[in-house]
């Protein structure tokens, strides 16, 4: 029997630790049940790394699930249910419809399910059960998760990916960002030319006259990690937004502003954005590079040209 034996953990699991749920832990148990089972031969192994359970759109499952369809897999074979899935409705149709039709049978070892033995009893009672389990389980941790970053933002501790220009990640204090001396000067000579009335077009223009890097092309040079939009270009020039996006931020005041967004469900990755009251705010979490008085006087020059306008 040609088996395909899938692998997955989050990156929320890889976080908390434990074993038995790392990838190398379920690889073991898995193929410690293969050698039981002699008539079981390995066709290939899929694995995602880093994936959550709650969506079906895994790189790994979906070729697994191609291999089942085109009849290269006879069975399937997990560690437990919650490997293959946490979404009690999506994983319920595959093990209860779509995988019998095609006459796949499914194995989850440590939960001690094998659908060419199990009975009507146990697939209508048992399966709901322990997928409504991994549903909670799923949903428990991502709150945790959540509030765990709440508590974290309060502190003052950075969880972004990605440093803002004019700092980096201190090496030393995890969560704390640094300024990266080799731009400082740039982010004050920036406010400093918006103070003597210069628009953000003049300042942008001001800036690639004098070729400065601009924040994307510093990134690539500094080879430090990065994401934008603008990502696929080969070189970009400053820009009267990169401008204003630098001269509205509070950062460079020392004050650090995150949750700024949040997940409409544990179940998908789509985000709405929070009104500003919704933010966290903290205070001296990061040094400073401006001055308060000089970034207000900034704000109000601002206000005043939309006022005029």
């Known amino acids: 029997m040609k088996c395909g034996i899938y692998l997955r953990i989050s990156k929320e699991e890889e976080f908390s630790g434990g074993e038995s749920n790392s990838i190398a832990g379920q690889r073991i148990i898995i193929k410690q049940f293969m050698e039981m089972h002699k008539e079981m031969e390995l066709a290939g192994e899929w694995c995602d790394d880093g994936y959550s ?15 089942v369809y085109t009849g290269s897999i006879e069975c399937i074979i997990v560690k437990d249910l919650s490997r293959f899935g946490r979404d009690y409705i999506q994983t319920g149709r595959y093990i209860k419809y779509i995988f019998p039709k095609l006459g796949v049978r499914f194995i989850a070892v440590c939960d001690n399910y094998d659908s060419k033995n199990s ?23 991502s709150n945790k998760v959540r509030w765990q970053q709440v508590a974290k933002r309060k502190q003052g501790v950075y969880i972004g990916a990605f440093a803002a220009y ?15 001396k080799n731009v400082e000067h740039i982010i004050r000579q920036i406010f400093n030319m918006r103070l003597k ?7 942008a223009a001001r800036l690639n006259f004098m070729k400065v890097p601009s924040p994307l092309a510093y990134k690539r040079l500094s080879k430090s990690r990065y994401t934008t939009s603008f990502a696929k270009r080969q070189y970009t020039k400053w820009s009267p937004v990169a401008v204003r996006r630098i001269l509205s931020n509070e950062l460079y005041t020392g004050v650090l502003l ?52």
């Open 53 to 67: 359970g709650t969506t079906f759109d895994r790189p790994a499952v979906n070729e697994l699930l191609q291999s």
């Open 119 to 141: 009975s009507f009893m146990e697939d209508s009672l048992l399966m709901p059960v322990l997928n409504l389990i991994n549903d909670a389980y799923c949903r428990d941790i």
């Open 166 to 180: 004019g700092y980096c990640k201190s090496e030393k204090e995890h969560g704390r960002l640094v300024i990266d």
């Open 197 to 203: 009335g210069n628009s953000a077009e003049k300042i």
């Open 258 to 309: 995150q949750g700024k967004d949040k997940k409409i469900s544990y179940k998908l990755d789509t985000r709405k954005k929070l009104p500003k009251e919704e933010w966290i705010r903290a205070e001296g979490a990061a040094d400073a590079i401006i001055s308060r008085d000089i970034f207000e006087k900034v704000q109000a020059m601002d206000l005043r040209k939309k006022g005029d306008a």
